[in-house]
């Protein structure tokens, strides 16, 4: 829902309810999730593009792949995700 109120400007989510019924609502939630819209579009787009570029170089990958992960992962992780974008260079 909270996508929904930055999309909308609308601040609070109580807001919304009182402007908007549950049955338009619910429409608007199910368009959102069938074809979302917003950041999550432009960083599934991205990893389109970003997938395409590697495949031009016969460099199979996943969208997923270029997709961010908002998970908070440990140091280790970390390095060893740039060491592998890197291809194994620090």
């Known amino acids: 829902m909270l996508e929904l109120c930055q999309e909308f400007h609308i601040l ?5 309810l009182k402007q908007v019924d549950s049955r338009l609502l ?3 939630i199910a368009k959102y999730k069938a074809d979302p819209w917003g950041k999550k579009r432009s960083d599934i787009q991205a990893g389109i593009v970003a997938s395409a570029v590697y495949g ?3 460099v199979h990958t996943r969208i997923e792949d270029f997709l961010p992960e908002f998970l908070a992962k440990s140091e280790e992780e970390v390095e060893a995700g740039l060491k592998a ?3 194994g260079t620090k």
Not at 12 to 16: G, K, R, T, V
């Open 85 to 87: 974008l890197l291809g």
């Open 26 to 28: 619910s429409l608007w």
């Open 56 to 58: 031009s170089q016969g």
């Open 12 to 16: 609070n989510p109580a807001e919304l």
